[in-house]
C-alpha cells in the first residue's frame, strides 16, 4: 500500500530535520526574524497556516524554503485526497449489508411467534457471519490503512515539532531584548513606589 512508503520518508524528513539543527549551522544563523513569519507575509496558499499557531505559521513559512518538506506535504495531501476515493466502492458496498443487517434486527423483534423469529435469527446470523468471512481480506486491508494512516499523523506531528524547535530557540538566543530598557523601568517603577510610600507617609502625618 502507498501508507507504508510514507512512513519510512516521514522517519527520514524528522532524522534529517534534527540533523539539519545541529549540523547546519549556515542556515540557522540567518536573521531568525525572517524565518518567524510577519502580518506581510503572503501564506495564504499554504493550507493552515493561518489562524493556527504558531508553530504551523514557522512550518508554512518553511515550506516556502525547503523543497523536501513540500514534497512530503504533497505526498501526504495525495494519499488523504485518494483514500476516501479508493475506498468508496468498498464502503458503499459494505454500508448497504451492514444497513440490511440492521434492518432485520430491528424486523426480528416484530416478530410476535418464539420459534419463528429464532429460526429466522439464526439464518441472519448465519449469512452475517458468511459475510464477514467473504470480506475477511477488505477488513484486514482497511483496518492496516487505518493505523498507518494515524501513525502518518502522529509522525507529520512529529516532524513540525523537529523543523520549528530549532528556529524558535534560535531567535530566542539571537533575539533576546537589550536588558537596559527592562532595568530602567524596573528602577523607574521603584522610584514611584517610594515616592507613593512617601506621599502616603506624609498626608498619614498630617491626619
Known amino acids: 500500500m502507498k501508507i507504508n512508503?510514507?512512513?519510512p520518508a516521514i522517519l527520514l524528513f524528522i532524522c534529517t530535520a534534527c540533523n539539519n539543527a545541529k549540523n547546519d549551522n549556515t542556515r540557522l544563523r540567518k536573521d531568525i526574524t525572517k524565518s518567524i513569519p510577519d502580518d506581510?507575509?503572503?501564506l495564504s496558499a499554504i493550507k493552515g497556516s493561518r489562524g493556527a499557531n504558531l508553530i504551523d505559521d514557522i512550518y508554512a513559512?518553511?515550506?516556502l524554503k525547503r523543497p523536501e518538506l513540500r514534497k512530503l506535504e504533497d505526498l501526504i495531501r495525495h494519499f488523504d485526497d485518494g483514500a476516501a476515493d479508493s475506498l468508496k466502492q468498498f464502503d458503499m458496498y459494505n454500508g448497504k449489508?451492514?444497513?440490511y443487517y440492521r434492518s432485520a434486527g430491528d424486523l426480528l423483534l416484530n416478530i410476535k411467534d418464539t420459534v419463528l423469529r429464532a429460526h429466522f435469527r439464526e439464518m441472519i446470523d448465519q449469512s452475517r457471519h458468511k459475510y464477514q468471512d467473504t470480506i475477511n481480506q477488505f477488513s484486514i486491508l482497511v483496518n492496516h490503512i487505518d493505523s498507518n494512516r494515524i501513525k502518518v499523523g502522529d509522525y507529520h506531528l512529529a516532524l513540525k515539532l523537529a523543523?520549528?524547535?530549532p528556529i524558535i530557540e534560535r531567535y530566542q538566543f539571537e533575539s533576546l531584548p537589550d536588558l537596559k530598557s527592562a532595568a530602567n523601568l524596573a528602577n523607574e517603577a521603584q522610584g514611584l513606589k517610594?515616592?507613593?510610600m512617601q506621599?502616603?507617609?506624609k498626608n498619614r502625618a498630617n491626619e
Do not use: G, H, R
Request: aromatic letters at 0%; a negative charge.
Open 61 to 63: 513559512n518553511q515550506l
Open 194 to 196: 517610594v515616592k507613593a
Open 40 to 42: 506581510s507575509t503572503d
Open 163 to 165: 523543523v520549528t524547535l
Open 97 to 99: 449489508s451492514l444497513e
Open 199 to 201: 506621599m502616603v507617609s
Open 5 to 7: 512508503t510514507l512512513l
